[in-house]
């Protein structure tokens, strides 16, 4: 049909002498096709519609087409598994931490001094009083990397899904900045109730916080919280309300 509007469009000017159609064979393909071959005033022929080339330019889109897809959802493999989540406050975490690390050890390390100079609790008379505060300074000195170790324990800088055996493997921060590796299976998360501030899921007894917008792909994060599981409606479940 798109040939014949081009003629027609065409007939003015073309003499009938000058059109000439020739079948050809795509090389690749193997299917035939019809060139339509013209000249226009008396110029060389000129091709002005080639079924062939479009056949040509459709089949190189279509297998242009798996390339692109297989580029969105591809992920990075390791022993773990596939990557599917990375936590973009990973490095910040671990930051923060080793800050907090290095100023406690920067105090515990001063503090002698400091004492000897200033004769900071020196004032008290029994050697008893003198350990209880120096006591209560180690302790509120190792208190803010303790507690900071405890609110960001359970956050997730990399999680891994293993796809045969459907097993997470979550990448933590240890007390030491080490990674720590944590396995589990999907059934054994569970989503606690109420919200909480610092846990997302439980897996098992360990509570672990991740963002559900930096996962690759958003099916993931449904079915490790288990949304993609078929849901069923029990009415006995449900506590029927009374009657006055």
Same mark, same amino acid.
């Given at each position: 049909?798109?040939?014949?509007?081009v003629?027609?469009?065409?007939?003015?000017?073309?003499?009938?002498?000058?059109?000439?159609?020739?079948?050809?064979?795509?090389?690749?393909?193997?299917a035939p096709? !019809?060139v339509?071959?013209?000249?226009? #005033?008396? /110029?060389?022929?000129v091709?002005?519609?080639?079924?062939?080339s479009m056949? $040509? *330019?459709?089949s190189?889109?279509?297998?242009?087409?798996?390339s692109?897809?297989?580029l969105?959802?591809?992920?990075?493999d390791?022993?773990?598994g596939?990557?599917i989540?990375?936590?973009?406050?990973?490095?910040?975490v671990?930051?923060?931490k080793?800050f907090?690390?290095?100023?406690?050890?920067?105090t515990?390390?001063?503090?002698?001094?400091?004492?000897?100079e200033?004769?900071?609790?020196?004032?008290?008379?029994?050697?008893?009083a003198?350990?209880?505060?120096?006591?209560?300074?180690?302790?509120?000195?190792f208190l803010?990397?303790?507690?900071?170790?405890f609110? !960001?324990?359970?956050?997730?800088?990399? #999680?891994? /899904?293993n796809r045969?055996?459907?097993?997470y493997?979550?990448?933590?921060y $240890? *007390?030491?900045?080490?990674?720590?590796?944590?396995?589990?299976?999907q059934r054994?998360?569970?989503?606690?109730?109420?919200?909480?501030?610092f846990?997302?899921?439980?897996?098992?007894?360990m509570?672990?916080?991740?963002?559900?917008?930096?996962f690759?792909?958003?099916?993931?994060y449904?079915?490790?919280?288990?949304?993609?599981?078929?849901?069923?409606?029990?009415?006995?479940?449900?506590?029927?309300?009374?009657?006055?």
């Open positions: 049909m798109f040939s014949l509007n003629l027609r469009r065409l007939r003015p000017w073309v003499s009938p002498n000058t059109l000439r159609s020739f079948h050809a064979t795509a090389g690749r393909h193997g096709c !019809t339509f071959s013209l000249a226009i #005033l008396g /110029h060389k022929p091709h002005a519609f080639s079924a062939c056949l $040509s *330019i459709n190189k889109l279509q297998s242009q087409q798996p692109i897809r297989l969105c959802t591809r992920t990075t390791s022993e773990d596939s990557l989540y990375k936590g973009s406050l990973g490095t910040a671990r930051g923060v080793m907090c690390y290095t100023t406690t050890g920067a515990l390390t001063l503090m002698p001094f400091v004492i000897q200033t004769g900071l609790g020196m004032g008290f008379k029994s050697l008893a003198q350990v209880i505060f120096c006591g209560v300074v180690v302790f509120f000195t803010n990397p303790v507690i900071l170790h609110i !960001t324990k359970g956050y997730v800088s990399r #999680l891994y /899904h045969d055996k459907d097993t493997t979550a990448i933590t $240890s *007390i030491f900045l080490t990674e720590k590796r944590n396995m589990f299976h054994d998360v569970k989503v606690p109730s109420v919200h909480k501030m846990t997302t899921f439980y897996a098992g007894t509570g672990l916080l991740i963002n559900p917008d930096n690759i792909i958003p099916e993931d449904n079915h490790l919280m288990g949304y993609d599981k078929p849901f069923t409606f029990d009415p006995e479940d449900m506590d029927m309300p009374k009657t006055s």
